[in-house]
């Protein structure tokens, strides 16, 4: 292609040429976006985890301080895990509609219930937490056990559950704050619509006297001690790498590794309380949990006719 260019003198013409890639440049070309591509995709995908991991460790702080101010308000007692039945039976292995009334199924929205439903510990803690999505975790999967909500009330999505064995217990006998678990993504990867549960949870039976915590007895009068539960849909145990985040009775939050060993390995004494499960499948189902009995040490294990989940025990000192 020729151009004029203006210089001193007459008119001369000068001649560009232009030379286009070849098929061997625009190919190396290509291939370093590929490998460049390569490099930042793990490394984006790492920030991503990264982001929701803070996220949801943000929230279990905030719901370790709502616990905290619930118990100032409450005579130093932690909420009921569950709610209580009009015939004075306990509820303690159900999913609570979350907020109450939220469920118009089963007769979930009658009045009585309503007002009994309040009383499990994700409603009642409520007006210290000030906000339903500070019970869920980010990067879950939602799981709903209900098809439709009564009208004019959100579902709450919750992931976050309370550690049953406190149901209505005193801080005081609490020995170690900063080691007990209070709270943890008890639902696992769900994020469960409408509904929330402790976990692990307290065997009450069919007794209609009081249920708690007693480190050398059962629950109650008809139960027997705790049981831990899968997760909603038998979903994964792991959120953020293996990792999640759990809830001390002194309000502190931290990220733990767990399920770390995988079927058809377990856990052994006296590692039963570094990991909440005994062993989880390849893909991080939970499977199995060491239980507990009276005059337990992790290096001295006694079973009994009655056991607690140990990892979760509130008297737990390791």
């Excluded at 590794?257 to 995988?262: E, F, P, V």
Aim: aromatic share 12%; glycine share 6%; hydrophobic share 40%.
């Amino acid at each position: 292609m020729a151009t004029a260019v203006d210089v001193d003198g007459p008119w001369r013409f000068i001649t560009l040429h232009r030379k286009a890639f070849t098929l061997i440049e625009l190919l190396v070309v290509i291939a370093i976006i590929a490998i460049l591509a390569a490099i930042l995709f793990p490394v984006f995908a790492q920030a991503k985890v990264a982001a929701k991991k803070t996220t949801t460790l943000s929230n279990c702080k905030q719901m370790g301080t709502a616990f905290q101010i619930y118990l100032s308000d409450n005579d130093d007692s932690f909420p009921l895990a569950f709610s209580r039945r009009a015939d004075g039976t306990w509820r303690w292995a159900t999913v609570h509609p979350t907020p109450a009334g939220v469920v118009n199924t089963g007769g979930w929205d009658a009045p009585l219930i309503v007002e009994q439903t309040k009383a499990s510990w994700a409603n009642s803690l409520y007006p210290y937490v000030k906000s339903w999505p500070l019970y869920d975790a980010a990067g879950t999967q939602e799981f709903s056990y209900d098809a439709t909500f009564t009208p004019g009330i959100t579902p709450a999505k919750t992931t976050l559950t309370m550690n049953g064995l406190f149901h209505k217990l005193n801080a005081s006998s609490v020995e170690a704050p900063s080691i007990a678990v209070l709270a943890w993504p008890g639902s696992g990867r769900a994020s469960v619509k409408g509904r929330s549960f402790a976990n692990p949870s307290l065997n009450c039976g069919s007794a209609t006297d009081d249920c708690h915590f007693r480190p050398g007895a059962a629950a109650s009068s008809a139960g027997f001690g705790g049981a831990l539960f899968t997760n909603p849909g038998d979903l994964s145990a792991w959120l953020y790498d293996k990792s999640i985040p759990m809830v001390r009775t002194d309000s502190s939050a931290k990220s733990v590794q767990i399920g770390l060993m995988i079927q058809p390995n377990f856990h052994q004494w006296p590692n039963i309380l570094s990991d909440p499960f005994a062993a989880v499948t390849p893909t991080g189902q939970p499977r199995s949990y060491w239980p507990c009995g009276t005059g337990h040490t992790p290096s001295n294990p006694r079973w009994d006719t009655v056991n607690y989940p140990c990892y979760f025990r509130p008297d737990r000192t390791l």
